[in-house]
């Protein structure tokens, strides 16, 4: 199964911006890079997907560099309400299933 | 747009007794996944299913873990009998493709004393 390696935690004060990077070495050609947020007694919910150089949405960038090895997160100024984990994986052609690391258990302080 | 339902929200149940958890997916999704994520640790998938059909059960322990999708709408999974490492949150999620956004449940947590 493909594997991904972040960071187990971060933490961030209100206002700045946070970047969570994740290495996928064993990324495959048709493989996307997709990230998910989790909160506290919730599912999932879907943040934002790229497959190379930058992908912008109302929430997040995405930064995937050539090689797409890692990818990275980018967050703009955090305020309290984007304390949660977050969880890097990929999914392509031939992959159908998520398959979820342990994350990234961002924690926003006043 | 209504999101993908779960019932029941909680469940506690002794070992060996067995427990049946459903889901009504976002309506016209195709693709119905059954996830179980253990305390600190990230979903696993436990199932997927595209319209009635049995896409990936390959991480389901068949021997107690069972799920159907009878009519392609909405899904039940059942554990018989329980044991207590099954206890996590089990989640449910719906995409309107194999390879499109998933969408999840809220989740059921199981206790299994």
């Known amino acids: 199964l493909a594997k991904t390696t972040q960071p187990i935690s971060m933490d961030s004060y209100e206002g700045q911006e946070v970047n969570i990077t994740c290495s996928h070495n064993n990324i495959a050609t048709n493989d996307y890079i997709t990230w998910y947020q989790q909160f506290p007694s919730q599912g999932p919910r879907f943040i934002i997907q790229g497959y190379k150089t930058k992908v912008t949405n109302e929430v997040a960038s995405l930064f995937i560099p050539a090689d797409r090895k890692s990818s990275t997160l980018s967050l703009p100024r955090v305020s309290l309400s984007d304390t949660a984990v977050y969880y890097c994986?990929?999914?392509?052609?031939?992959?159908?299933?998520?398959?979820f690391g342990k994350g990234t258990k961002l924690s926003v302080i006043p | 747009e209504a999101g993908v339902a779960q019932s029941p929200r909680y469940k506690i149940i002794e070992k060996r007794q067995s427990v049946a958890f459903w889901c009504n997916p976002i309506?016209?999704?195709?693709?119905l996944y059954w996830y179980q994520q253990i305390l600190g640790q990230g979903p696993k998938l436990l199932i997927q299913f595209q319209n009635n059909g049995v896409v990936d059960d390959s991480q389901l322990p068949k021997d107690r873990f069972s799920a159907e999708r009878l009519k392609g709408v909405d899904s039940t999974l059942k554990i018989q009998p329980a044991k207590l490492e099954d206890s996590a949150v089990y989640l449910c999620a719906s995409s309107s493709g194999l390879q499109e956004t998933q969408y999840f449940g809220p989740g059921t947590r199981l206790l299994v004393l």
């Open positions: 994986l990929f999914s392509g052609a031939g992959s159908y299933q998520l398959t």
């Open positions: 309506s016209g999704h195709a693709t």
